[in-house]
């Protein structure tokens, strides 16, 4: 009866143990910084160096992006993200922030830019999250942080729908397979306050990875699927689609992106990124249009992403072809296609 009893509460005692370690609110430190090389290959890489019209990967030469770091709390029931970034990358990431304008006469710049993310958030029950603050977007398959994309270089859906958004969103867990995200949030990329009076309403239907992202805010309106599937235990194929139209007749775009990727060894992944993306009433994105402001492009990504530790080598090529004399060869003429190279280099901890 006595060892009954000694391994009875010795088991009792280890639950107990084994739920309060669970339930230990946990601080953590991650993040990561990235530095890369880029070429043209049909193009000059001097003063009239050009880009693709995507954001991010787009400085000629040596060039770094940014260094993140994101400090976390995890509570029992609540906890915070502070996502700080520093470098290219990251301003342009927070490009319509009302406090990145000029202070004063002498053109200073107040200190918000190298906020990403900024928020708090409450569990109010197992299916129920509210989140307040500043937080990326849950439209598209890219996002802003290097280790969270396969390419290295961005498509265009990603670089002219929206970054960030500052408001309250609920995420709702209906089921096992579905999920519901419902928001109210200032203007997209106004990141520290509502400098217009107005305000978009954004959603999120999920299904087993799948998701239907819809916003809408006072410029525009935009509708984006995001998803993928493991074609087999090596094969991915990740998906996105999106259109947005502008308020106004202030044009609109429209395309897809396949992202096939094939893992050849543990440490060493090939991928491709072909986009299609079209453009009306000189929206803008692509940098060329007809007399009627349409425009579109189509980019092949190809990537190979090798993994030393916690060091992420990405070597790119890249091929843009637009209907447009969009870009300019080595001889400064006019050309409708654009070939690059990318060497990138991504630490995460």
Do not use: C
């Not at 003063?47 to 770091?69: C, D, K």
């Not at 997209?188 to 978009?200: H, I």
């Not at 890249?318 to 004399?325: G, I, K, V």
């Amino acid at each position: 009866m006595k060892k009954l009893f000694t391994l009875s509460f010795l088991f009792v005692a280890s639950v107990l143990f084994a739920q309060e370690e669970e339930s230990k609110p946990s601080f953590n430190v991650s993040g990561s910084v990235d530095a890369y090389y880029r070429a043209n290959l049909t193009a000059p890489n001097d003063e009239n160096a050009i880009a693709p019209g995507s954001s991010f990967a787009n400085l000629p030469g040596f060039a770094i992006g940014m260094a993140n770091v994101v400090f976390s709390y995890e509570g029992e029931k609540a906890g915070f993200v502070a996502d700080l970034v520093f470098g290219p990358r990251g301003a342009d990431a927070v490009f319509n922030s009302p406090q990145l304008q000029p202070a004063g006469d002498q053109g200073f710049y107040r200190s918000s830019n190298i906020v990403n993310q900024l928020y708090a958030y409450w569990n109010v029950s197992d299916a129920v999250t509210l989140t307040i603050g500043n937080f990326n977007t849950f439209l598209g398959y890219e996002v802003i942080s290097p280790t969270a994309n396969f390419n290295y270089s961005t498509s265009y859906l990603f670089s002219y729908g929206p970054f960030s958004h500052t408001g309250i969103k609920a995420d709702i867990a209906l089921s096992d397979d579905f999920s519901l995200m419902l928001g109210v949030m200032n203007d997209t990329d106004l990141t520290e306050f509502n400098s217009t009076g107005d305000y978009a309403f954004g959603a999120q239907l999920g299904y087993s990875g799948q998701y239907l992202n819809f916003l809408l805010d006072p410029s525009f309106t935009e509708i984006d699927f995001t998803g993928g599937f493991d074609l087999s235990d090596d094969f991915f194929l990740g998906i996105n689609a999106a259109y947005l139209t502008v308020e106004d007749d202030g044009g609109s775009f429209a395309g897809a992106a396949l992202y096939p990727q094939l893992a050849t060894s543990d440490t060493f992944t090939i991928g491709l990124r072909g986009e299609y993306f079209t453009e009306t009433d000189f929206f803008g994105a692509i940098g060329a249009s007809d007399a009627d402001g349409d425009s579109s492009v189509f980019a092949l990504t190809l990537t190979g992403s090798l993994e030393v530790d916690n060091l992420t080598i990405k070597p790119e090529i890249r091929l843009d072809s637009a209907s447009e004399e969009a870009f300019i060869d080595n001889d400064l003429a006019g050309s409708k296609s654009l070939g690059s190279f990318v060497l990138a280099a991504i630490y995460s901890f």
